[in-house]
């Protein structure tokens, strides 16, 4: 079986391409302004290094949130093209699980800054079971929550917490869901876990009017 994984929702995209337990081809970049166009350059490029072709597909991949909102968007609705179009099957998977794939002696908090002192987090043990469901938080709560016994692992800097940078098993977090039910791929959507700027800004104005 040969699946197609992609993840653009965070400040690293991976594409790859997996077969059993072996990655055929894989490529991690940072995100940049341009990631709607670099993002099929690097779908191109998983395909052309591994000699295989989207046709060859069983199963995609996709992160669908938390994270960027932009990235979440260009990620979900390349795979859901490209699902459509093939006729196989979409099976989404939280970034939060993805980043918690981090080898780990302890339970691990996996984190991606959403600014102004606030978090969207996720707690999996080393075995990706959930410990706490994915959420969006303020830092301190979630500090005075898991003040300890545990391994903050994120991406991004803060200040006094010690944070592992994230080491993605990408065949641990697929052999997980591997055997999901698949969701049509119309029906695959985004989780931002809160509502963006202009929708706050939106409903704070009906609450006014109000």
């Excluded at 994270?67 to 970034?95: D, H, Q, Y």
């Excluded at 119309?186 to 104005?205: D, F, G, I, M, S």
């Amino acid at each position: 079986m040969k699946y197609l994984f992609i993840n653009t929702a965070i400040s690293v995209s991976s594409v790859a391409l997996i077969e059993g337990n072996k990655i055929l081809s894989i490529y991690e970049e940072n995100n940049s302004n341009d990631l709607s166009e670099k993002i099929f350059f690097m779908i191109d490029k998983v395909f052309a290094d591994s000699g295989n072709i989207p046709e060859n597909l069983d199963k995609i991949f996709v992160i669908n949130g938390p994270g960027s909102f932009t990235g979440i968007r260009i990620g979900l609705a390349i795979a859901k093209t490209m699902a459509w179009a093939l006729n196989i099957e979409l099976v989404p998977i939280s970034c939060l699980e993805l980043i918690a794939t981090t080898s780990s002696k302890t339970n691990v908090v996996a984190m991606i800054d959403a600014r102004r002192d606030y978090v969207y987090a996720g707690v999996y043990d080393r075995e990706l079971q959930v410990i706490m469901s994915d959420r969006y938080i303020s830092l301190e709560e979630l500090l005075k929550l898991y003040p300890e016994d545990v391994t903050y692992v994120s991406y991004d800097t803060y200040q006094n917490l010690e944070i592992e940078k994230p080491i993605i098993d990408y065949i641990k977090v697929i052999k997980k869901h591997e055997k999901d039910e698949a969701i049509s791929s119309h029906y695959v959507n985004p989780v931002y876990l809160k509502q963006t700027e202009a929708e706050e800004k939106r409903k704070q104005n009906e609450n006014f009017e109000s």
